[in-house]
């Protein structure tokens, strides 16, 4: 009799099912699901995020350059467009546009042009947005056309105040249309810009001399 030699048993290797590659296909979408959510959220945050810092730059530029205008006011009418009559060195009105006018010094002159120092602003709010216009020339004419520049956008109002050497707050300037009126000055004038992100934004500004 011959002795059977047998030699080691393997077992037979097999795949994988159809219902486990179902499990891990889905499995591995809402991974992906989850992924890709995370990715779009993150997306939209910083999208947001830059929306919301640039509309802080534009407004800490906006207060800046109020009160830069204010700080450097000078006491100088200019002649109406005309030529009949002056405009008060400061100006402001809640009836009628602009909101506020001024002649301003300090105006840089880099290029050395033959101008004056002095420089007339104003401003003018429409439609939610605060715009700032200056002329070439410190009194203007009919023909002479501003620079217009839009400082902020989504406000919801602007306001002034001016505290008069009487101690007392007034929303326009000058008190009286007397011409005598024309060279003064307040003490200080409260700007308030009610914007749509963060309510009123109020700053009160001291005038020099």
């Known amino acids: 009799m011959t002795a059977a030699v047998h030699g080691p048993v393997t077992p037979r290797s097999r795949g994988f099912t159809l219902l486990e590659l179902l499990v891990a296909m889905f499995i591995a979408a809402i ?3 989850m992924g890709y959510g995370s990715i779009n959220q993150a997306v939209k945050n910083r999208v947001q995020l830059q929306e919301q810092q640039a509309k802080l730059s534009e407004l800490q530029t906006a207060v800046r350059t109020i009160e ?3 700080v450097q006011l000078a006491p100088r009418p200019i002649r109406q467009p005309v030529g009949s ?3 008060p060195a400061l100006m402001s009105s809640t009836t009628t546009q602009p909101v506020v006018a001024l002649t301003r010094a ?4 880099p290029s050395g042009l033959q101008r004056p120092a002095l420089q007339r602003v104003a401003y ?4 939610g947005t605060l715009r700032r216009e200056y002329w070439t020339v410190l009194d203007p004419t009919q023909s ?5 520049r839009d400082l902020m956008t989504h406000l919801k109002s602007v306001s002034l105040r001016f505290y008069s050497q009487g101690l007392t707050w007034g929303t326009q300037w ?3 249309p007397r011409a005598d009126d024309y060279p003064s000055r307040p003490i200080a004038v409260e700007v308030t ?3 749509e992100d963060w309510g009123k934004v109020v700053r009160v500004i001291e005038l020099p001399g």
């Open 68 to 70: 830069q205008d204010f």
């Open 124 to 127: 003018y709010f429409e439609n």
């Open 144 to 148: 002479s056309q501003p620079v217009k």
């Open 106 to 109: 300090g105006w840089s002159n």
């Open 85 to 87: 009559d002056f405009y």
């Open 31 to 33: 991974i992906f699901a």
């Open 174 to 176: 000058p008190l009286s």
């Open 193 to 195: 810009l009610e914007t």
